[in-house]
């Protein structure tokens, strides 16, 4: 009913309709990433805070750095990942049914699962991940919207100089991992700078995170509600896929992301002022019925082509194959090993997070 609506608490405008939140990401001339991607307050600039991610660039900045990380980041080198993930994933969800009737879906699957993918990727060691998940929460709970980014700071500082450790190594002795490819990759001469290469290590922690270990958790929650659907699954793996695809449309882990205009836009007979910052809501976007019928039913025969809980246009998601993979790879294991699970809803707990969506705690048995 409110289209182009104003949030005056938080200071941004919020769109939700399906055409407007694509047309928006596609349109990144007139809704730019530069100040960030959470609302900010008029004049203050996230993007300052932290060493250059791409996530908070515009074109062509932002093509330049996307395409010299894409050299790492390759498809093949996800694919390679599969077998790993795998393995790491079975023994997750044995060591949680041992621990049957005190597991906590979140603490013993959701949370380890992304982080220790992530550590491979990148070639630093599992153990490492207990860090990871502290600096991650601190990252995503905290609120620029009121100004509340000192722990977040302190996390992305933290970060930093972890990864500089790495990254000296590895210019002294390249590996097979991600960060030496992160090093040597080049376009036309032009390499990326330790500051880049700082502020990448730090979006892949956070973008690849929390953001995975929500689509786990809201799937264990779904599929527990939808018995049928987990049934047919069981019974027929090739479901699977089409099935992740539609538990991000349904319960997307990344409610909404910012930008702010370039110049005046009005949008359904509302004026909205330059500089101003604009909340896209994905997750409504996804529930919106012009664009998919029935929204609020879950359908694992649905396979939303359009839905867009990894954005879309230039900032699409770096990381979505991999997010795709671990989450075939986890509803795999539980089906495989859990497959009658419960969720215990009156003991679980939300995440208190802006974009995020999904549980901090999940009892499960
Ligand atoms: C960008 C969602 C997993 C890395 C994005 C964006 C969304 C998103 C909505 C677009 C940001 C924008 O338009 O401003 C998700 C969801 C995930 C997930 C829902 C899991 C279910 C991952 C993983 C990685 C990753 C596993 C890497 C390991 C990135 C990066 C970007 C990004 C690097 C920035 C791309 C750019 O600015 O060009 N993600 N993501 N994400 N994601 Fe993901």
Redesign the pocket.
């Known amino acids: 009913e409110h289209p182009v609506y104003h949030a005056v608490t938080a200071n941004t405008w919020v769109l939700s309709r399906y055409d407007d939140v694509e047309s928006a ?1 596609l349109d990144h001339g007139s809704y730019s ?1 530069k100040r960030g ?1 959470f609302p900010t307050p008029p004049g203050s600039d996230l993007a300052d805070a932290f060493m250059p991610m ?2 908070m ?1 515009d074109p062509p900045r ?1 093509n330049q750095l ?1 395409a010299l990380v894409s050299k790492a980041f390759t498809p093949r080198r996800i694919a390679g990942l599969n077998e790993g993930v795998s393995s790491l994933a079975a023994e997750l969800i044995g060591l949680l049914d041992e621990g049957a009737g005190s597991a906590d879906f979140v603490r013993d699957f959701a949370g380890p699962l ?1 982080a220790m993918v ?1 550590a491979d ?1 990148l070639g630093v060691p599992r153990e490492d991940r207990v860090q990871f998940r502290e600096w991650s929460s601190a990252l995503v709970e905290s609120n620029p919207t009121r100004g509340e980014m000192g722990a977040g700071l302190a996390a992305a500082a933290s970060v930093y100089a972890y990864f500089a450790d790495f990254l000296a190594a590895r210019r002294r002795a390249p590996r097979e991992d991600l960060i030496s490819a992160l090093v040597g990759a080049d376009i036309d001469g032009r390499h990326l700078t330790d500051e880049e290469l700082l502020g ?1 290590c730090l ?2 922690l956070v ?2 995170h929390e ?2 270990t ?2 786990l958790g809201n799937a264990a929650v779904v599929l527990a509600e939808h018995p049928d659907s987990r049934h047919r699954m069981t019974r027929d793996r090739t479901l699977i896929g089409s099935a992740v695809e539609e538990l ?1 449309r349904y319960d ?3 409610q909404g ?1 910012s930008r702010n205009l370039t110049h005046e836009i009005t949008l359904h007979d509302t004026t909205m002022a330059r500089g101003e910052s604009v909340l896209l809501l ?1 997750g409504s976007a996804n529930r919106d019925d012009r664009a998919f019928s029935d929204p609020d039913v879950f359908d694992i025969d649905r396979r939303p082509t359009h839905q867009v ?3 879309k ?8 194959a ?2 795709r993979m ?2 075939r790879i986890a509803i795999t294991a539980l089906l495989d090993r859990l497959p009658n699970w419960t969720v215990d809803l009156d003991s679980a707990a939300r995440l208190r997070s802006g974009p995020i969506r999904g549980y901090s705690a999940l009892p499960i048995s």
């Open positions: 990401l990433s991607v791409m996530i660039m932002h996307r992304p992530i990727l990448f979006l892949l973008a690849g953001t995975t929500n689509l991000l997307s882990p990344v992301l994905f809980a990894f954005g246009g230039a900032h699409f998601c770096l990381g979505a991999l997010a671990e989450g």
